[in-house]
């Protein structure tokens, strides 16, 4: 409450002196007052930070020079103020921010097998929407706990198929990876992340596949029907090679996501994704079994799940071996489905045709 006084004490004498003043003598005060501003700023910039990463918490301890101790309360953790300030017997202040991540407005980032809380210590010497003139990145990162998965990558819901006792899963998500997609209405060159799991209850773990999708403009795959190749070859994201789509990093053996950038194939009209799905053994993997995209950085094929075994997507560029004649279902080792996900409108945002497209908001 002291350091509130004292700050208001300085403001009231600042505005009788701005009254007080013509209009010249104003500016050379307000650009003193600037000046001020930055030499604070510098001060912040220099001071100590010490950041300890908790399992659900963050302690920050932030020392500051004594000409900033009467502003201690411009030091800010994302919104929060200091939980705790003291002035030492040099003259120098700590600030300390001892906060859940929960509080203060921390982001939670999934990084591969990262997990990330961000946020930013800010001292803001003027009040919002004036912008802080001080900014320090705060990161805490930790492994991703064994079998996490985020709450709209757990299979459970949207529409599925049973087959063998398991029930199979595909849906379109959110630009950000946060959830499902709001619009069917997909920007040619932009991405359509399509995700499918497969739901296992008390089935051993199985590794989901993808070997094979195609885009259609119908949603009944038939003999006559023109179709886009996607994933080919035994699980060979072939779009990996004409365009940046990828698989991304696997949450969980029962999900994979396909990282899809759009393309002019059906363009304007309802177009389909028909794959086949395959839960197979994750033990068992080969030419017939797996999921590869080209790595344009290397030039070569990836497998996904394991890329030092990556020789087993060598087979890409040619044709792949099939394990056996049979139908999938009859093998000991797995079990498919065919699945179909639409419709999608793909659009090019410079044709004005676009304006009049409207949306299907059932994505199944």
Known sequence: MLIIQLIWQEVYKWSQLVCDLDQSVMVNHLSLGVIIVAVLATTVANAEINLVCAKDSVRITWRISPELVPHAARLF????????????????????????????KFKKLMKGKKLQYLNELTYRPQAKPKPAAFVYPITCTYKRPEG???????????????????????????????????????????????????????????????????????????????????????????????????????????????????FKFG?????????KLVAWDPQILGESKKACHFEKQNMSWELLDDPSQSAVCSC?????????????????????????????????????????????????
């Open 148 to 262: 996490w998965v985020p709450p709209f990558l757990n299979p459970g819901s949207g529409v599925s198929e049973g087959r063998g006792g398991l029930v199979f899963h595909m849906a379109l998500l959110d630009e950000q990876l946060k959830g499902y997609a709001k619009t069917n209405i997909i920007p040619l060159g932009s991405f359509m992340p399509i995700w499918a799991a497969v739901e296992q209850k008390s089935h051993q773990p199985l590794l989901l596949l993808m070997e094979e999708c195609v885009a259609t403009t119908s949603p009944q795959l038939q003999p006559s029907s023109q179709v886009y190749p996607i994933i080919t070859n035994n699980g060979c994201l072939m779009e990996s090679i004409n365009g940046n789509s990828k698989f991304l990093p696997r949450y969980h053996t029962s999900a994979i996501v396909l990282y899809l950038q759009a």
């Open 77 to 104: 953790l994302g919104n929060c103020m200091a939980s705790q300030f003291h002035v030492l017997p040099t003259g120098e202040g700590e600030a300390k921010f001892n906060y859940k991540f929960g509080d203060c």
């Open 316 to 364: 890409c560029s040619t044709t792949c071996r099939s394990r056996s004649k049979r139908g999938i279902q009859s093998e000991s080792h797995g079990i498919s489905t065919n699945t179909v996900l639409g419709p999608l409108i793909i659009v090019d945002p410079s044709d004005p045709r676009t304006q009049t497209i409207s949306e299907t908001p059932a994505l199944n």
């Open 267 to 275: 363009l304007g009209e309802e177009v389909y994704i028909h794959c």
